[in-house]
């Protein structure tokens, strides 16, 4: 059997189901063995993402160890 037919025919098995609990289980493994996670994202969490995107293309960041330092440096004054 080629992967589309069996694609096809657990399509076909999952759409007849209606045991929520069963289903949520089903989705459990598909995440766990997803090749990539698809987020959905507000306008407003697009204009932040691209936003840092632009802070790093300008090089306005912080490297781990620069930020590592800086949290050594806090936990000295209390």
């Known amino acids: 059997m080629k ?3 069996l694609k096809e025919i657990i399509a076909h098995r ?3 189901i209606n045991d929520k609990t069963f289903l949520s289980a089903i989705n459990t493994i ?3 063995k997803s090749e990539s996670t698809v987020y959905i994202t507000t306008p407003e ?3 932040a ?3 840092g995107r632009d802070q790093i293309a300008r090089g306005e960041f912080f490297t781990n160890e620069e ?3 800086e949290m050594d440096e806090w936990l000295k004054e209390k």
């Open 3 to 5: 992967i589309a037919e």
């Open 67 to 69: 930020v590592k330092k």
């Open 49 to 51: 993402i691209q936003e």
């Open 45 to 47: 969490q697009k204009l």
């Open 14 to 16: 999952i759409a007849g």
């Open 30 to 32: 598909l995440a766990a």
